[in-house]
């Protein structure tokens, strides 16, 4: 692989950015998700006892056990975090020489101590995805002490680089092999994007559009799913720049599809910033062989690349011949469409999967291998001087020491897909594991594991009325699809994670998911910070008295309907029934979302605020109340146009 400095920056640099849309996105929505009077609050999660902090923190690491010293309550302290982590991303964007390893190790720490308290509201596989990929950009980013001088690339980059492309390999490989261990029939079937496009939680308006494609490129379509997550992960590693370019490609081409029919937050762009580790920067303009002479050149470039063609056009028509065999795909002529359909069997699959796992692992052992030697030889090779040479390799084996590790507890995710594998990994392994769980360094991934909505979307919406009988009005959220007419939204990189939850609670039933209650009970109590979560209160004057939850079964509808509705729904049953705030009291007495207040006794002297506290106060009251999508836009646009000059 050629030179990695501008491709090593470029990943850092993406980093930032997603860092700052994580964090900016969340802030937006701490006061109705975790505030004192939010739907889950996070003092909850931090009970006051009289254990001290540094035992507390042991048991579970977070910032915000400390931040009571600076006069911050947990709100306040999520808000301080949100705050400071958005300030390090955008230092980070704008400025090259501060993106260093203390910069992403404090902006991991922070990701890491909200997601602590963020409840089921953070609990998805994005953030776990984020401060995984977080931390080996801690490894990756340089120790970089002397900023008035500008990083410079080691040696063992390209080892980090390959953790990298390592994750990468086992998001996409774990996200197509799981569609069909899970033996859904859509999947199986080739039919999942019949209803991925109007059952995924918050579709784009061009989502809309892709639904009225023809069966026959739906089946195809998923056929290219399988090939780009299951088949091109596997040139991540090949020695040959055309095959990782052309696996670089089919990766960036499936996320640009997501993005456009799909708002999945900053997932997609995390998953690209992943693939940027198989470019080099000859790609991004940099001649690595400018150093060569003509000869030397023109004679390496020919004979590389023939080998390389050959070698290329071989796996490509390996590609396609297994393609067609695999799915039967035949043109139709009369049809003028292409036909495609599974050719094998599940227990066909499982025993390939249960083949194809122990070679997995050992590819991944003998590929990083070959990247430490390499380094290390260029190490003792590019370096002048004993002691450049003794540094680079003391350098280069604590990184290989740090790589090694990661990849084998990252074995017991990866050989999550597999039962055989799982078990036949050695003990130690699952114990090295095990011992490093708290702090999420690795993960188990699979992306749309099961289609959902099949049939019709289930949508929960949500009405309040002053009376049980008469006058049910709808709350209108944000993002959700609720009115029919309404446009889907273009909202990533920002993330509504009240809209999202509400798509899983409609997969569901309000027992099982205890934060809904919660939701109808602040409804009923009017509370301001939950509803600037939703769009459109119809209670403005005063808070219904009762409030009730309808299931519906949304579809789109038709290229060519008289209708101009981008929906068409169905009444499927009811979710919740109807509900007063007395009837909630005893629940939430239990769960403790109410909040005691202390009136404070006569003559009692009541604490100044602190000054972190009348900053952070000030800043909520400043652009608290700007939407996610526009605080994002306002941040990021002149950090952007700022790092061109610094």
């Excluded at 009348?614 to 996610?628: A, D, F, K, W």
Aim: glycine share 6%.
């Amino acid at each position: 692989m050629g030179k990695i400095a501008l491709t090593k920056d470029a990943l850092l640099w993406c980093m930032s950015s997603i860092y700052l849309f994580a964090f900016v996105s969340l802030y937006s929505q701490i006061p109705g998700l975790y505030g004192d009077n939010g739907i889950l609050p996070a003092r909850l999660v931090l009970p006051v006892d009289s254990k001290p902090e540094l035992k507390k923190f042991q048991h579970q690491p977070t910032l915000l056990w400390l931040l009571p010293a600076i006069g911050l309550d947990v709100p306040n302290g999520m808000d301080f975090i949100c705050i400071l982590g958005a300030a390090i991303s955008l230092i980070c964007m704008i400025s090259r020489r501060m993106r260093d390893a203390f910069m992403f190790a404090a902006l991991w720490f922070l990701y890491f101590s909200v997601y602590q308290v963020g409840q089921t509201f953070l609990w998805f596989q994005w953030d776990i995805l984020l401060l995984e990929t977080g931390f080996l950009t801690i490894l990756l980013a340089p120790m970089h002490l002397f900023k008035w001088r500008d990083p410079v690339c080691r040696h063992h980059d390209s080892i980090m680089m390959w953790l990298m492309k390592w994750l990468l390999f086992r998001l996409m490989f774990a996200s197509g092999v799981v569609k069909l261990t899970s033996m859904c029939p859509t999947w199986w079937g080739l039919t999942a994007l019949d209803w991925h496009y109007e059952s995924q939680c918050i579709p784009t308006p061009l989502a809309w559009y892709a639904h009225q494609l023809p069966e026959w490129f739906q089946r195809l379509s998923v056929v290219m799913t399988y090939v780009i997550e299951m088949a091109l992960p596997f040139l991540f590693f090949s020695p040959i720049r055309n095959l990782r370019l052309f696996a670089f490609f089919g990766q960036v081409l499936l996320q640009v599809l997501i993005i456009l029919t799909g708002n999945y937050n900053f997932f997609n762009l995390l998953t690209i910033a992943l693939c940027i580790s198989l470019l080099d920067d000859q790609f991004l303009g940099r001649n690595n062989n400018k150093n060569l002479s003509a000869n030397q050149s023109s004679l390496m470039s020919r004979l590389m690349s023939r080998l390389s063609t050959t070698i290329s056009l071989v796996t490509y028509a390996g590609m396609v011949y297994a393609m067609v065999k695999y799915f039967k795909i035949t043109i139709n002529t009369k049809r003028y469409s292409v036909e495609s359909e599974v050719a094998f069997t599940s227990d066909e699959f499982f025993e390939a999967i249960q083949v194809a796992m122990p070679y997995t692992i050992g590819f991944g052992i003998a590929s990083l291998a070959l990247e430490v030697l390499s380094a290390l030889w260029r190490c003792l090779s590019e370096d002048s001087g004993f002691f450049n040479k003794l540094w680079s390799l003391f350098q280069c084996l604590i990184m290989t020491f740090a790589a090694v590790g990661m990849f084998t507890i990252s074995l017991v995710p990866h050989c999550v897909v597999d039962r055989t594998a799982y078990h036949n990994l050695w003990p130690e392994i699952h114990k090295m594991k095990e011992s490093t769980d708290f702090l999420h360094l690795t993960h188990s991934y699979g992306l749309f594991r099961r289609m959902t909505g099949v049939g019709g979307r289930p949508e929960v919406i949500i009405e309040g009325s002053y009376y049980p009988e008469s006058g049910w009005k709808p709350y209108e959220f944000m993002y959700k699809p609720g009115n029919l007419s309404a446009m889907p939204p273009f909202v990533a990189p920002h993330q509504p994670r009240l809209d999202w939850q509400m798509w899983f609670a409609a997969l569901g039933s309000y027992e099982h998911n205890k934060w809904f209650v919660n939701l109808i009970y602040r409804l009923l109590d009017g509370q301001q910070e939950v509803l600037d979560l939703i769009a459109h209160n119809p209670f403005e004057n005063k808070p219904p008295k009762y409030v009730r939850a309808k299931l519906y079964h949304y579809s789109y509808t038709k290229f060519g309907d008289t209708s101009a509705d981008w929906w068409k729904r169905r009444n499927a049953r009811e979710y919740l029934p109807t509900v007063d705030k007395d009837s909630l009291m005893d629940y939430v007495r239990k769960s403790g979302i109410i909040k005691k207040v202390k009136k404070p006794k006569k003559g009692e002297v009541t604490e100044e605020p602190t000054l972190a506290k009348e900053i952070t106060v000030q800043i909520r009251e400043l652009i608290g109340h700007l939407p996610g999508p526009t605080l994002i836009c306002s941040l990021f646009i002149p950090a952007v146009i700022m790092s061109y000059f610094f």
